[in-house]
């Protein structure tokens, strides 16, 4: 057990109050209905107790980017959870995901991954695509130019659906620099559903944006985004691992 004070949890839900008010504050801007927007806790790194805690104050959304640590802490937390993996995932790890039962994959991007998280699931595997706008191939992503035939792909695996695209902007301490990458994919998610259209594909499903971190999720938000990740904002800076 980590060392969990009374004030901890003080800070923290009063760090939820303050990242809800601006979500909403977002939302008037952009005209838009403060449920039309999912608050995913992201909270690699930090202890189950912190967890918890924002669990009591209504969250029911968290984000793991690691298999292993989000397998631990799972255990000690509530089963009505919803678990978005969001880190990058490795194929051999994809039947954990599957068999834990994470809601949204937002970190799809390529086939050999597909095809594991397909062979190990009896029920459809809700994914994103992650979508690498940037061009900064370390963040991982499809490049935009293969988008919409990765897409045909996934339409080959029955147990894949698709519900939206994901994106990561390179990191700029000014969240407006993040705007054109949130139009664009924006713009991505709009090409994907048209393709649809015109091939008789359900698009029902199809409209989940998650993008938008601490630095820049109001600016997502005004872009439209249906999904914010944030950690830092509500839980405080990471230990560097
Ligand atoms: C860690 C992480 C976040 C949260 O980042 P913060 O800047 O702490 O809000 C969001 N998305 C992904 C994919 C991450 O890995």
């Not at 039962?101 to 050999?112: E, N, Q, T």
């Not at 620099?177 to 994919?185: D, G, I, M, N, T």
């Not at 015109?198 to 630095?215: A, F, P, V």
């Amino acid at each position: 057990m980590s060392d969990f004070s009374a004030e901890d949890k003080e800070e923290l839900k009063q760090r939820l109050k303050s990242v809800r008010r601006r979500v909403a504050r977002a939302c008037e801007r952009a005209g838009r209905e403060p449920d039309e927007v999912c608050l995913i806790a992201v909270s690699k790194t930090h202890p189950v107790e912190a967890l918890a805690v924002l669990y009591e104050e209504g969250v029911r959304d968290f984000g793991e980017s690691y298999v292993q640590e989000w397998l631990e802490k799972k255990q000690g937390l509530p089963e009505d959870i919803r678990w978005h993996f969001i880190g990058r995932l490795q194929s051999n790890k994809a039947r954990f995901v599957v068999e834990e039962g994470v809601a949204l994959v937002h970190s799809l991007d390529r086939r050999s991954l597909a095809k594991s998280l397909a062979r190990r699931s009896d029920e459809p595997v809700d994914v994103l695509i992650q979508v690498d706008i940037s061009g900064e191939e370390t963040k991982g992503g499809v490049p935009e130019g293969e988008l919409l035939t990765f897409f045909d792909y996934l339409q080959t695996l029955p147990d894949i659906r698709v519900r939206g695209l994901m994106t990561m902007p390179p990191y700029a301490d000014d969240g407006e620099e993040s705007r054109p990458y949130f139009k664009r994919l924006n713009v991505l998610l709009e090409d994907v559903r048209r393709h649809c259209a015109t091939h008789q594909l359900s698009r029902d499903s199809l409209k989940i944006l998650s993008m938008g971190m601490t630095h820049d999720f109001e600016v997502a938000i005004e872009e439209g985004a249906t999904d914010v990740r944030v950690g830092t904002a509500l839980f405080g800076e990471r230990k560097s691992q």
